[in-house]
């Protein structure tokens, strides 16, 4: 398959290819989460909604892997570096209880995928204690046993985790695309900044796409 995309086309098979959809979760999407507690006004992020449930329901009909990630800590806080909860005296640390049960700790309301988005079964769940997907997780090795070389990208925030997790991405060998209107910042000029230093340099990280041009690669083999 091929997509139109920047810098140049990106061509996939699907077989080998994986849809990612970084940390879609309540606790960055909506008012009382872990988004919200550093300072941040999360409505911004309701815009990609309709256009990443678009591309994931096409994703899922032509039969591609899909993996969703959420950013979590265990219940212990094991897993959270005493710098990432102390950093910037956020209104409520990581751990503290908020209006979605406990900050961005694994099995809490606030830690769900939004439900639009939610996964469905045969579908990967990573759960990540870092910004980026790879970091402690296991996920390459699950990758690489199903034989992936080829990831999309969705999710929030653009220029924190989605651009971490590619950056961890390119470095082990994939090629990554990045969907312009499945992704979202909490910042609109660091959105425009991270397609733009992605697709640099010759696609220096990846490429960008928008998703119709996806759904349009998917129809033209269906
Ligand atoms: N703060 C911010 O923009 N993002 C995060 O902390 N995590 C993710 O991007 N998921």
Not at 15 to 29: E, G, T, Y
Not at 143 to 167: A, Y
């Amino acid at each position: 398959m091929r997509i139109d995309a920047i810098p140049f086309s990106y061509d996939f098979a699907l077989k080998h290819s994986a849809l990612v959809l970084i940390d879609m979760q309540r606790d960055f999407m909506e008012a009382g989460g872990f988004g919200e507690t550093l300072g941040n006004d999360v409505s911004l992020l309701q815009a990609i909604v309709p256009a990443t449930r678009k591309a994931l329901l096409a994703w899922r009909r032509a039969g591609g892997l899909v993996v969703h990630t959420r950013e979590a800590h265990a219940a212990d806080l094991s897993d959270c570096p005493a710098a990432k909860r102390n950093r910037g005296n956020p209104a409520l640390r990581i751990g503290d209880v908020g209006p979605m049960g406990r900050i961005l700790v694994a099995g809490e309301p606030g830690n769900q995928i939004i439900e639009a988005l939610a996964p469905v079964a045969g579908e990967i769940v990573i759960d990540k204690p870092g910004k980026g997907a790879f970091y402690a997780t296991g996920l390459h090795e699950l990758l690489q046993r199903r034989g992936i070389t080829h990831l999309l990208f969705g999710g929030v925030t653009t220029e924190v985790c989605v651009q971490t997790s590619m950056r961890e991405a390119n470095d082990r060998g994939y090629d990554s695309l990045l969907l312009e209107d499945c992704t979202e910042s909490y910042f609109p000029a660091f959105k425009a900044a991270t397609l733009e230093m992605v697709r640099a340099q010759g696609g220096i990280v990846g490429w960008t796409a928008t998703s119709t041009a996806l759904l349009a690669a998917l129809d033209s083999t269906a």
